[in-house]
């Protein structure tokens, strides 16, 4: 096993989850027990930061601190949406890449995890690469982070349970509301969530129906199934004939038969350069309230579903923080270039036991995991058993976020900052 | 003390809250002290219900279900917003009171208890006196419930300390979020809340700040300040200087300095006749970026904040259980066309106590209860210390909903049907 002795970088990418700090916690807690890592740094806002030289000493922070990010929602150290683009824009990714290199040796980052989803492991494939090409003797690991649970090979990404765990349990109480409020004239629930092109955390709403077909929600719209406005109202109105009100989950990036997205505003782009999605709750409410005339109300989770730590499952915290662990474990025995991965192993009993294994980044890169088509009931509108089997041992467990005065009490970073040594990016 | 030996009759009304049932709980509990009260007997769908008759017998419930009704979110016996109009349809209204006293009579209910916001109380109130003009010994007592928190006399309306607590961390959560994605660029996102014409709801988010400037929410509009555009978008970019964020609560009620509802459309009424408010924040949104060029994201919490029975207070649980309690004991000792309110003593070592009173119910008809603008600082678009002062108390204490398989266990009642003995409804 290759010895190298250095300084540790961890930074994180894209956006926030209910248990990306818990990851950060992993690889801060591994690593001080390594002393072939000498400092532990933090890097602020992601790879823009690190482009600024923008460090900090985690070994200022407080021990009661770092076992607070293991419930504490957020980038505890700022993220960013910041993309090395060598397609686009070959010139400055390539200046990018030599001011991080830069700073990489100013500091002697030896150790570098990143914690994202599809793009920021494309970003760690590419540091990744690049280290190799300059000789730069540095172990770089992906750590999964994303809500939208659609990164391939892990079982699951850390996040997803949490999102899902959440958002069941806002769909069933809205329910519960709306069953109690049921009257002869029908109405409709519209409860928006997030997901652009992969349907996991709409399907997993389906963990609140609890096996009743009639309990909430009673369709689940997702990006992988063609929205058809006819198969949709004539579903609407079947559950509104048996139980007077019709919960709908929709996922933001449904499409029509030609792939338009339902909800799309195609005016504006985000800095990845996808359409910024908004809107596809009010469409299907105008059109349900149109068509079939019933109340119609909707919910808008927004960041509230991927922040919510006060109700995060305990399974995707202990696996978000077993992924830290494993990547230092993983670099400190030689490898880079991976990205780790959450396996689950399920004994002749049916106990699940979840363990990481590594999966190369370049294997990893730019693919997108979306729900098995099996897996979805498409007639009955909803994801079947397989999925259910799936996604239920990932909202197992609440954690118990301290209180204070009646609100959470979350851990903040000091952010001490490393002192600079180079001069400020061009 | 006038003797009353019958049955009772309880019902709930208008849109529910975490601890609507919580109140219907204590109405049971304290009944079964009481050898004057016969059956207990709640009335499906409030007042509609049991206009149709209705009934459901309490007595057939498990006792572990009444335990679970202290935390069940919803109506647990439905709900309705059914309105006895006397003014605009009085032979209606004349026709629904005679079918309702032969309800009364056929069921002997002589202890009638309904939960509810203003337009109940008004509803219990209209009960009340047919009861005396008709000379049907029966004993009517209100028992107070409304997010909005708008019904007067009483310290607080259960349901509110619990919206506010849900809304509290929701906010702070998506402030943690939003803060560690926060670019210079600018940023900003509004999170609409409930609150037609007293912003209580609203207000209740400075909570999330915990007395830091920095912190979220950064801007509350409430309904009971005019809308100035202007001001608003210099304060929000005042904001986004000073963090590179905002975070915005609106609520949904808040009007211009016409009086016109920013988020209104006037084309749709509710049963009650008041216009359905949508879109306040998709207005506020545009606004922002039209103007200022942030981006901007939108959370509508909806019928998800009065709903979150797994994160309500346990002060305002305990407060909506101890006001069903206390109707009963009101009705017992002779009392009717009373509502109970909830009274707060504050020793002088600043311990809060919190009892019960009676106010009539004449009084509380139909009266709305605002925020006192003295606890509104309208330049710094925040209510100030008084009301702090006021509103912290309400979110003290977690409730433990009970949990299964990574969701809460919410009670069911079994609803076994009191045998009719009336044809149906004309």
């Known amino acids: 096993m290759a010895e190298l002795i250095g300084n540790l970088l961890v930074a994180q990418s894209g956006g926030p989850t ?29 790879i823009l930061g690190i482009l600024n030289e923008e460090l900090v000493d985690i070994n200022d922070e407080k021990r009661s601190t770092i076992e607070g990010l293991k419930y504490t929602p957020g980038a505890a150290l700022g993220t960013c949406r910041y993309k090395i683009d060598f397609k686009k824009k070959p010139e400055k990714a390539a200046q990018d890449m030599d001011r991080l290199f830069e700073v990489f040796a100013a500091h002697n980052i030896r150790y570098f995890f990143y914690a994202g989803g599809n793009d920021s492991q494309d970003t760690s494939h590419k540091i990744h690469e690049e280290a190799v090409k300059r000789g730069y003797d540095i172990r770089v690991i992906g750590v999964p982070k994303t809500i939208d649970n659609d990164l391939p090979f892990t079982d ?30 029908g109405s409709c629930y519209i409860i928006e969530v997030m997901g652009r092109s992969a349907g996991w955390i709409a399907a997993g709403t389906v963990l609140a129906k609890r096996g009743d077909a009639a309990k909430p929600p009673h369709i689940i719209l997702l990006p992988e199934v063609a929205f058809d406005e006819a198969a949709f109202l004539a579903k609407v109105q079947e559950t509104v004939a048996a139980y007077k009100y019709c919960v709908v989950v929709v996922g933001e990036g449904i499409k029509d038969k030609e792939g338009n997205e339902v909800g799309a505003d195609k005016t504006r782009l985000d800095s990845f350069g996808h359409p910024v999605l908004a809107g596809v709750s009010e469409k299907l409410k105008d059109l349900v309230q149109e068509r079939m005339g019933f109340k119609t109300r909707i919910v808008l989770l927004g960041y509230a579903q991927r922040a919510a730590g006060h109700f995060a499952s305990a399974t995707d915290a202990r696996n978000a923080f077993a992924c830290g662990e494993a990547a230092v474990r993983a670099a400190i025995e030689g490898r880079t270039g991976y990205m780790v991965k959450i396996v689950r192993q399920v004994t ?3 106990v699940i036991t979840w363990g990481t294994d590594l999966q ?13 088509r099996e897996w979805i009931n498409e007639a009955a509108f909803l994801p079947n058993e397989k999925f259910l089997e799936y996604a239920q041992p990932l909202i197992e467990g609440e954690i118990q976020v301290p209180m204070e005065a009646g609100l959470p009490k979350y851990a903040v970073l000091e952010k001490v900052a490393v002192e600079k040594k180079l001069p400020a990016r061009a």
């Open 18 to 46: 209910a248990v990306i700090n818990a990851s950060v916690a992993g690889v801060i807690t591994e690593a001080g027990k390594h002393e072939n890592i000498e400092e532990i740094y933090g890097g602020l806002n992601g």
């Open 156 to 185: 699951s990404c850390p996040g997803y349970g949490s999102v899902i765990k959440y958002n069941s349990a806002t769909v069933m109480e809205i329910g519960i509301d709306a069953g109690s409020m049921a009257t002869d004239s």
């Open 348 to 350: 002749d009993d049916g």
């Open 360 to 372: 190369l980044l370049s294997e990893v890169a730019n693919v997108e995991h979306l729900i098995p």
